[in-house]
């Protein structure tokens, strides 16, 4: 079993910025590629960025792009969310998720993803 725990959460105001940190515990030895996901009151989760094992490879959603940075420590076993620029629209639950199989090539697809956090607030004020 692997455990993912988020912090950095928090009530921000428009134009600020956070910094969201992951830590994933338990059964970790395997590569795995990381991502983050959110989900807005009323509204279905939705992919935020992904990184790959080596950091070599990452992806965003075009909501986020510009203004997010994702980034990853193996040597701690963390994956951080760089959040600058923030928007009202950003105000989520904020996920990190897990995914063994696709290590080298991360996706955005929630399924893919094998173990979730229990997400950390984001909310940015206007």
């Known amino acids: 079993q692997v455990q993912l725990v988020e912090s950095g959460g928090g009530l921000v105001q428009a134009g600020g910025s956070l910094r969201l940190s992951c830590a994933a515990s338990?059964?970790?030895?395997?590569?795995?590629?990381m991502g983050w996901f959110r989900q807005a009151p009323g509204k279905e989760r939705e992919f935020v960025a992904a990184?790959?094992?080596?950091?070599?490879?990452?992806l965003y959603a075009d909501s986020v792009k510009g203004r997010f940075t994702i980034s990853r420590d193996n040597a701690k076993n963390t994956v951080s969310l760089q959040m600058f620029s923030l928007k009202p629209e950003d105000t989520a639950l904020y996920y990190c998720?897990?995914?063994?199989?696709?290590?080298?090539?991360?996706?955005?697809?929630?399924?893919?993803?094998?173990?979730w956090g229990q997400g950390t607030q984001v909310t940015v004020s206007s």
């Open positions: 338990g059964r970790t030895s395997r590569n795995y590629a």
């Open positions: 998720a897990l995914d063994f199989d696709r290590y080298w090539n991360p996706g955005g697809v929630n399924s893919a993803y094998e173990y």
């Open positions: 990184i790959s094992w080596s950091g070599s490879r990452t």
